[in-house]
């Protein structure tokens, strides 16, 4: 089992939870309360969960700590608490591997404020895309001058794809 410490909105103090995968066979332990049921990917980001005897399809996205679920009719935004990026002062910024700006998931790029050779600073958006409904901005995790752009309003991208790159 690894253990996962989250910031849910119903609750002031963080939870800690329990999970493990075997398989395709879940098992999560919070407090005195265990869930468990079989879970199937279709895709990325996406499934369904056979809980109870109830078969329920989901979506997720994750930005850096914020993770939004989508399940059986609801949204759920939980974040994952990690008190290392907390320490450092974590900004919520896209991040940044060999200068590049890569998409967190497949999706539709909405807008890209950007040009080649901006100037930008930390936190300033750089890409706005939209997957499973949900907006999400790209921003810089640092400041420094647009490299190249490899993306347009409209575009569709997967997951991982190079949208920016950044020189520090």
């Known amino acids: ?3 996962v410490t989250l910031t849910l909105p119903d609750r002031a103090e963080p939870a800690v939870l329990d999970c493990k995968l075997s398989g395709n066979q879940f098992s999560i332990s919070m407090a005195d309360t265990v869930y468990e ?3 199937v990917l279709t895709g990325p980001g ?4 056979n809980y109870g005897g109830r078969i329920l399809p989901f979506y997720m996205s994750q930005k850096q700590d914020n993770l939004h679920i989508w399940l059986d009719g609801k949204t759920y935004a939980i ?3 990690n008190p290392a990026s907390r320490r450092a002062g974590g900004t919520g910024a896209a991040t940044l591997s ?3 700006i890569k998409a967190p998931m497949p ?3 909405l807008k890209v404020p950007v040009k080649v050779g901006d100037s930008v600073e930390a936190n300033q958006p750089l890409v706005i895309m939209e997957s499973m409904k949900m907006e999400m901005t790209l921003s810089a995790p640092q400041a420094g001058v647009i490299q190249s752009v490899s993306c347009t309003e409209g575009h569709l991208v997967e997951m991982g794809a ?7």
């Not at 996406?46 to 969960?49: A, K, Q, R, T």
């Not at 190079?162 to 520090?168: K, S, T």
Request: hydrophobic share 45%; charged share 25%; glycine share 16%.
């Open 98 to 100: 060999d200068g590049e």
């Open 107 to 109: 999706g539709t790029v």
């Open 1 to 3: 089992m690894s253990k």
């Open 162 to 168: 190079v949208l920016v790159r950044l020189e520090a």
């Open 79 to 81: 974040t994952l608490v």
């Open 37 to 39: 049921g079989t879970l």
């Open 46 to 49: 996406e499934g369904w969960l």
